[in-house]
């Protein structure tokens, strides 16, 4: 959890910037002791229509005799017709739950000096106490969350004051949290907050009764839900933390400011996700102006995530508290957090806690799914259950459809030739627009955050995103490229629509800019230069060339440095070599000599320890339960779909990986990267149970049960799978890692080796590991002391994500940092100028053909060979080949000459009519050419691999129509979905 505790005083708000956080952390014991009483006063001469009369709730307080009266009317009612409420009372209705704060506008201090507050606005703030898991080094124990919606809507005359209006902006109107029962008495007389509070304490009550149907003396009085409210202001305004609020001026046209730019800077993995916020310097550049994109969970908002994040996505309602009676105060939006899905651990949490019964709720990764643009058949629903703790939630739907297709295109995408969405039947490679859409909304609330403002000079002045700054992977296919720029746009399109910023005229920002530039290897060396350069020679850039360079004939006669990086990530491994020169003695300038990439990377590894070492210790346990054959029982659970397998079945599976043998992998890998020096022996020794303790979600009962009576009947008799003792020896591990990484590692070696190069940077959290450095030094293609892993690497104080001695602490962040470096480098930071905009994604097929079950393309089915599609194309110049086609296959592309090079998938192909085959004189002779392409047109980049069927012919050379075969971009060669989102491993 990360805190930004926030103390009372004055806060200033920016209109218009979404929903706002104060997170204020307290000590429960500091809480004022004592109780609060009450009277009801029954009005008797009034009755109404049911025979039964009004109550009036009396505050009591001692008078001068000692006797509890009201201060108001001065009775002093008889002892048994009061009631106290106590601190812990007053306290326990609210924990865990949103609840409306008056926090009204101050209009003027009366004759008597104390001021005067105006009826509202009534619905704009809410508060949220949790405990925190542990008292923090202050002692606090508690945390209140204020929220306010800061959208400003125009007052109407005679109706309700429900939210800041603009001229309260123009104006930097004052609010005050009111607590007196006098003062705020007309806001507990609004319908729609007594019906608040009373839901509030029935829930409370039927928690407390265990369930059971409640009856009339469970409800002895009346009025106690308003009662435990105003006891629970009382304890707020008792110890002090409640700030005063005011709003920034963001509406008049002499404000005397200009925003001030930020940029979003994101290193979207398949894994895990990185965020950093760039704020632009009023004065010097500054990479103290940089923090970490954090995230508010909005299940439990107390909790926020202030390091690199998991990718998974899962749709979900954020809610903050009861939409349907805040309604009735007469705002229709108020408090409505526009994106449907949950990102980072909020997700994973979720993901953790579905039954298997709703229906498709997220996925793990959306980037590996860029390429599946196919509508999902089954739609998609909302995680988690209904109030009621029964029902599921409904399909996905809400105001965000309005600007969404079937299919999940942003509509101002589509240029009006798309339709709203009725179905959320979005496609897998839409999921990437909501991550996106999802971050934006985080961040748009950050910059503006009145604590991240506050720790920023010019606090008072409203941040705007200028540009959403994304890194790919060196190697991603361009057409991959174009489908994620599309969502990047989108993203942006979508987010501001959703905020309602897009017809809101000159208050609302301008949408940022998308930029796609920079790879992730390249991005980490530029943090390595940065650092060395700036920190280690004082920005001496040519100093540190004719140190660490040397002069290379075919790039003039200055020394130059040729570097190397390799960036292991959880989804794939890529390699970068640049060579960089220095012009004029301080300027930086790139040459991209070599790129490669391959989807084996993190998470194979994970998969291999799953199943060479996790797996056969269940199945040993399993044995010696009394299971005849345990690796036949295990194929059959966990080793993919079977005829009959129900929906529920398959999900528990899924589960049962996820949250069962995934952490149990990760244990064993993170055991291992503890390892220190050369220590060989064991490394890891628990039980399943154990290391399921120690998550911070647990494991669901359901899935664990899936397996356990899926063992008995296979004869294991009382088999638990927390039994099951997991061990491993550093041997064991690094076999895993060697036959999962080894290969690719030293295929790469083999091109740092041939480039020459002076420095190898290791970057990526598996580059932690000491296998990988070890299958590093074998090879040898740089000398050992230029092998640079970034894990611990000594940055200094200027890197976002440092650890306590200036090091890098995770070097998955390697790659987002060097984004920032490179947005700030053209001529924006001191001693460090780069031109940036010499880097580039390029094409790295050469080499396309028909894709062997291996993974391979062999010699015999390669269709085009040393084909140079960066070349600008003449006019009439086309890039076809034809081949033979009677099945589905995968066509696909390797970069080099070479057989045993791996090759990546770039199109499935495949009958647009299976029914129609066996009237097909087959073999199929099948044209394919790359499509048009105007290389002086924007946009045309992408289309430099983008191939269409052209012309087919049957075996007696009858044409057929080219829709008969279609060639699809899918570069993942499992249609079903990764192994992490199937559940499905495989037994050694």
Request: net charge negative.
């Given at each position: 959890m990360s805190s930004s505790t926030t103390t009372a005083g004055l806060i200033s708000l920016v209109p218009s910037s979404g929903i706002q956080f104060l997170d204020i952390d307290f000590d429960v014991d500091r809480l004022p002791r004592g109780s609060r009483n009450f009277w009801e006063e029954t009005l008797r001469e009034q009755v109404d229509h049911e025979g039964k009369s009004p109550v009036i709730l009396r505050v009591l307080e001692p008078d001068a005799d000692g006797n509890l009266a009201d201060p108001v009317t001065r009775q002093v009612p008889a002892p048994e017709e009061t009631y106290a409420i106590s601190r812990a009372q007053a306290l326990e209705a609210f924990l865990n739950k949103w609840v409306p704060l008056p926090y009204f506008r101050v209009h003027a201090r009366g004759a008597d000096g104390k001021e005067v507050y105006d009826r509202g606005p009534s619905n704009w703030a809410r508060a949220y106490i949790a405990e925190l898991p542990q008292r923090d080094a202050e002692g606090r124990s508690h945390r209140l969350v204020l929220a306010f919606d800061t959208a400003l809507m125009p007052r109407v005359p005679e109706r309700p004051y429900i939210a800041p209006a603009p001229e309260d902006s123009a104006r930097q109107q004052e609010f005050a949290p009111v607590c007196g029962h006098a003062e705020n008495a007309w806001f507990l007389n609004e319908s729609w907050v007594g019906q608040w509070l009373e839901e509030g304490f029935r829930e409370l009550r039927q928690a407390q009764r265990g369930g059971r149907a409640l009856r009339p003396e469970d409800f002895p009085h009346a009025c106690e839900h308003w009662a435990r409210y105003l006891s629970f202001l009382g304890l707020l305004e008792g110890i002090g933390i409640l700030p005063r609020i005011r709003l920034v001026d963001v509406v008049s046209d002499n404000r005397g400011y200009a925003p001030i730019n930020v940029d979003l800077?994101?290193?979207?993995?398949?894994?895990?996700?990185?965020?950093?916020?760039?704020?632009?310097?009023?004065?010097?550049?500054?990479?103290?102006?940089?923090?970490?994109?954090?995230?508010?969970?909005?299940?439990?908002?107390?909790?926020?995530?202030?390091?690199?994040?998991?990718?998974?996505?899962?749709?979900?309602?954020?809610?903050?508290?009861?939409?349907?009676?805040?309604?009735?105060?007469?705002?229709?939006?108020?408090?409505?957090?526009?994106?449907?899905?949950?990102?980072?651990?909020?997700?994973?949490?979720?993901?953790?806690?579905?039954?298997?019964?709703?229906?498709?709720?997220?996925?793990?990764?959306?980037?590996?799914?860029?390429?599946?643009?196919?509508?999902?058949?089954?739609?998609?629903?909302?995680?988690?259950?209904?109030?009621?703790?029964?029902?599921?939630?409904?399909?996905?739907?809400?105001?965000?459809?309005?600007?969404?297709t079937e299919t999940g295109e942003a509509l101002r995408m589509l240029r009006g030739r798309g339709q709203p969405a009725v179905r959320a039947r979005f496609s897998r490679s839409s999921m990437f627009?909501?991550?996106?859409?999802?971050?934006?909304?985080?961040?748009?609330?950050?910059?503006?955050?009145?604590?991240?403002?506050?720790?920023?000079?010019?606090?008072?002045?409203?941040?705007?995103?200028?540009?959403?700054?994304?890194?790919?992977?060196?190697a991603m296919p361009l057409a991959e490229q174009k489908i994620l720029r599309e969502r990047a746009e989108g993203a942006v399109k979508l987010?501001?629509?959703?905020?309602?910023?897009?017809?809101?005229?000159?208050?609302?920002?301008?949408?940022?800019?998308?930029?796609?530039?920079?790879?992730?290897?390249?991005?980490?060396?530029?943090?390595?230069?940065?650092?060395?350069?700036?920190?280690?020679?004082?920005?001496?850039?040519?100093?540190?060339?004719?140190?660490?360079g040397r002069v290379r004939p075919e790039r003039g006669p200055n020394p130059c440095l040729r570097v190397a990086s390799i960036d292991i990530g959880g989804g794939t491994t890529d390699l970068m070599v640049v060579t960089w020169s220095v012009e004029n003695r301080d300027t930086i300038v790139p040459r991209q000599e070599f790129r490669e990439g391959f989807k084996i990377a993190g998470d194979e590894v994970l998969e291999g320890l799953i199943t060479h070492l996790v797996l056969p210790q269940v199945a040993d346990a399993l044995r010696a339960a009394g299971m005849s054959d345990p690796q036949a029982f295990l194929r059959q659970t966990l080793g993919g779909d079977r005829g009959g397998q129900s929906e529920v079945e398959r999900h528990l599976r899924r589960q049962f990986v996820a949250q069962v043998l995934e952490p149990v992998g990760l244990a064993v890998l993170h055991a291992y990267e503890r390892i220190e020096g050369r220590q060989m022996g064991e490394v890891f020794r628990a039980t399943i149970g154990a290391v399921l303790a120690g998550e911070a979600q647990p494991a669901n009962p359901r899935a664990i049960a899936f397996f356990e009576t899926a063992a008995r009947q296979a004869g294991a008799r009382g088999f638990a799978i927390a039994d099951v003792e997991v061990a491993a020896d550093a041997r064991r591990v690094e076999a895993v890692i060697q036959a999962t990484l080894g290969p690719v590692l030293a295929d790469l070696c083999e091109v740092v080796w041939h480039y020459d190069c002076d420095v190898l940077l290791l970057s990526g959290r598996p580059s932690r590991l000491r296998a990988v450095t070890d299958i590093v030094l074998a090879k040898s293609p740089v000398p050992p002391h230029r092998i640079i892993g970034m894990h611990r690497y000594a940055v200094g104080g200027w890197y976002p994500f440092r650890d306590a001695n200036a090091r890098i602490e995770d070097p998955k962040t390697s790659a987002a940092v060097g984004a920032m470096l490179c947005a700030l480098a053209e001529g924006r930071?001191?001693?460090?100028?780069?031109?940036?905009?010499?880097?580039?994604?390029?094409?790295?097929?050469?080499?396309?053909?028909?894709?062997?079950?291996?993974?391979?393309?062999?010699?015999?089915?390669?269709?085009?060979?040393?084909?140079?599609?960066?070349?600008?194309?003449?006019?009439?110049d086309?890039?076809?080949?034809?081949?033979?086609?009677?099945?589905?296959?995968?066509?696909?592309?390797?970069?080099?000459?070479?057989?045993?090079?791996?090759?990546?998938?770039?199109?499935?192909?495949?009958?647009?009519?299976?029914?129609?085959?066996p009237r097909m004189a087959l073999p199929l002779k099948v044209k394919i050419?790359?499509?048009?392409?105007?290389?002086?047109?924007?946009?045309?980049?992408?289309?430099?691999?983008?191939?269409?069927?052209?012309?087919?012919?049957?075996?007696?050379?009858?044409?057929?129509?080219r829709t008969d075969v279609e060639i699809r971009l899918q570069t993942m060669k499992s249609e079903a979905g990764y192994w992490r989102d199937t559940g499905v491993v495989g037994m050694a």
């Open positions: 800077v994101l290193d979207v993995g398949n894994s895990r996700t990185c965020g950093l916020l760039v704020e632009e310097s009023q004065d010097a550049p500054s990479l103290n102006n940089s923090s970490v994109l954090t995230l508010r969970d909005l299940s439990r908002p107390e909790q926020l995530y202030a390091r690199p994040f998991e990718s998974r996505v899962e749709f979900a309602v954020g809610s903050f508290g009861r939409d349907a009676i805040s309604r009735r105060s007469g705002r229709a939006n108020a408090f409505r957090w526009p994106s449907p899905v949950r990102v980072g651990p909020e997700a994973m949490r979720l993901a953790a806690a579905t039954q298997g019964n709703e229906g498709a709720t997220g996925i793990s990764s959306p980037k590996r799914y860029l390429w599946d643009r196919r509508p999902n058949v089954q739609g998609w629903r909302f995680n988690g259950r209904a109030s009621d703790g029964v029902t599921t939630e409904p399909p996905v739907s809400g105001p965000f459809m309005a600007h969404v627009t909501f991550l996106l859409a999802e971050l934006l909304m985080q961040a748009v609330s950050q910059i503006n955050a009145p604590a991240t403002r506050a720790a920023r000079r010019f606090a008072d002045v409203p941040r705007r995103l200028r540009r959403v700054i994304l890194t790919l992977p060196p987010a501001w629509d959703m905020l309602g910023w897009t017809e809101a005229g000159p208050t609302a920002p301008p949408e940022p800019r998308v930029l796609l530039n920079l790879d992730e290897a390249t991005a980490t060396q530029v943090v390595w230069l940065y650092t060395e350069i700036t920190q280690r020679l004082q920005g001496d850039a040519q100093g540190m060339f004719e140190l660490a930071l001191e001693s460090f100028l780069m031109r940036t905009s010499q880097l580039g994604m390029k094409s790295t097929a050469r080499y396309i053909g028909r894709m062997e079950i291996s993974g391979q393309i062999r010699e015999q089915g390669v269709l085009l060979s040393e084909v140079d599609l960066e070349k600008r194309p003449n006019p009439g086309e890039v076809t080949f034809t081949m033979n086609f009677a099945a589905p296959t995968f066509l696909g592309f390797r970069q080099l000459p070479i057989e045993r090079w791996p090759a990546t998938p770039l199109y499935a192909l495949e009958f647009a009519n299976p029914e129609s085959v050419r790359r499509a048009d392409m105007d290389p002086d047109a924007p946009g045309q980049e992408e289309k430099r691999e983008d191939f269409r069927v052209e012309e087919i012919e049957d075996s007696e050379g009858t044409a057929l129509r």
